[in-house]
């Protein structure tokens, strides 16, 4: 059996090797998007209500 003081010093190397090995990993960051999506309204019986706007460009 090893001393404690050399098991974690092993400990340390290895956590450090292994810190070092994922900062050369490649990584790819998403685009987020600019808006976050709307809530979803309870209301929906306003859909019936709605009216038609008619534009006259002539």
């Known amino acids: ?3 404690p003081f050399i098991i974690e010093q092993i ?3 290895e956590e450090d090797e292994a810190r070092r ?3 050369n990993q490649p990584r790819l960051e998403l685009p987020l998007d600019a808006f976050p999506p709307r809530p979803a309204r ?3 019986d306003d859909d019936e209500d709605r009216g038609v706007v008619i534009l ?3």
């Open 21 to 23: 090995g994922q900062e």
């Open 1 to 3: 059996m090893l001393p």
């Open 56 to 58: 006259d460009l002539g």
């Open 11 to 13: 400990r340390r190397r």
């Open 42 to 44: 309870d209301d929906d």
